[in-house]
């Protein structure tokens, strides 16, 4: 079972700059690929980004694309998720998760069944 812990959230102007980090721990986390969600208050979860257990494919949401990008170190067990020119449409609660099965990849929230806690992204105008 793989646990995931995200840190590097925070209050940060329009135009700013996050990196998001998802710590893996568990037995073969680094054979996972690993997806990044945000929730905004009132919405409902939506895909931000993904990254495959290799590393070699990775893809964003259209609004997210050319600003955010997402990165893994399998020496570490960690996804970081770099963000530029923030908006303040991006506030939203942004998780990490991995999928039921190793060496899979998926897009859909649905298909991953372990979430990390969550870490709150504020960007003010």
């Known amino acids: 079972q793989v646990q995931l812990v995200e840190s590097g959230g925070g209050l940060v102007q329009a135009g700013g700059s996050l990196r998001l980090s998802c710590a893996a721990s568990g037995r073969d986390a680094s054979t996972y690929a690993v997806g990044w969600f945000r929730q905004a208050p009132g919405k409902e979860r939506e895909f931000v980004s993904a990254?495959?257990?290799?590393?070699?494919?990775?893809n964003y949401a259209d609004d997210v694309r050319g600003r955010f990008t997402i990165s893994r170190d399998n020496t570490e067990n960690t996804v970081y998720l770099q963000m530029i020119n923030l908006k303040p449409e991006d506030t939203a609660v942004y998780y990490c998760?991995?999928?039921?099965?190793?060496?899979?990849?998926?897009?859909?929230?649905?298909?991953?069944?372990?979430w990390g806690q969550g870490t709150q992204v504020t960007v003010s105008v």
């Open positions: 998760a991995v999928p039921e099965r190793p060496f899979s990849y998926y897009l859909e929230s649905h298909r991953y069944t372990t």
């Open positions: 990254v495959a257990w290799s590393g070699t494919t990775v």
